[in-house]
């Protein structure tokens, strides 16, 4: 089974307008924690916002936040007011394990962002 | 957040020949660092971690002599891609994670990836 499932390969939104971006994980461990990253064209990935699977609140970073619903394994971003500049790829991604300094990342297959003006 | 630079930034070989790509923390002590490749419209996929001063362990499928791995110091690794063929051309990112003063890094920070075509 895939450990981070995107199910949406692209979306295309009204620029202004919120988006949500979505994000299953299948993990066993108890302790683990979830990303998300962005990459524009340029191949840089950019770290958004983090979720620790302890975490009793959602995360909010700016204009991002995580929809954690620790019961369903999802955790869909959320880019509020979506701006030309967020067309991008986004990649969800889980640490299994506690935060001990090497655990690996495991990535899903991406969204591609399009935002029209 | 935390800087990690990559270098060269696009490189171009001819299929036989060796290419080194470097990746260094700059502010930070990188005590683990990790290599990926990413092949076009597909996500990243984990080649190798790397440990400051130890050999660095390959994820099943990745041949560890083809893709020779160094992290000699909390600042520095390479990653040698030896005897480059067509089918190593690829996006190559490297990412960083290590220990400040609140406590380990909760992401990688990521370099801007290398771009490796060989002929």
């Known amino acids: 089974a895939q450990k981070i499932t995107q199910t949406q390969p692209g979306m295309f939104v009204q620029e202004k307008e919120a988006v949500t971006l979505d994000c299953t994980y299948d993990t066993s461990d108890q302790s683990y924690g979830l990303f998300w990253y962005k990459q524009p064209s340029s191949g840089e990935m950019i770290f958004l916002i983090y979720q620790g699977s302890y975490d009793e609140q959602n995360a909010t970073e700016g204009r991002y936040s995580l929809n954690f619903q620790k019961a369903r394994k999802s955790a869909n971003l959320v880019i509020s007011a979506s701006q030309l500049g967020d067309s991008a790829m986004y990649f969800c991604?889980?640490?299994?394990?506690?935060?001990?300094?090497?655990?690996?990342?495991?990535f899903g297959t991406g969204t591609r962002l399009t935002i029209i003006p | 957040g935390a800087v990690v630079s990559q270098h060269p930034s696009r490189v171009i070989c001819k299929s036989g020949t060796s290419v080194k790509i470097e990746c260094r923390s700059l502010d930070f002590q990188a005590t683990t660092m990790f290599w990926y490749r990413q092949f076009p419209k597909q996500s990243l996929m984990l080649m190798a971690t790397s440990n400051e001063g130890s050999k660095a362990t390959y994820e099943q499928g990745v041949e560890k002599d083809k893709f020779l791995i160094n992290h000699a110091s909390l600042t520095l690794s390479t990653l040698t891609v030896t005897s480059a063929h067509p089918e190593d051309s690829s996006f190559y990112i490297c990412?960083?994670?290590?220990?400040?003063?609140?406590?380990?890094?909760?992401?990688?920070?990521f370099g801007p990836g290398t771009r490796l075509l060989v002929l």
């Open positions: 990412s960083a994670r290590g220990v400040s003063s609140g406590g380990w890094s909760k992401t990688q920070y």
């Open positions: 991604a889980m640490r299994e394990g506690a935060n001990f300094g090497n655990e690996k990342l495991t």
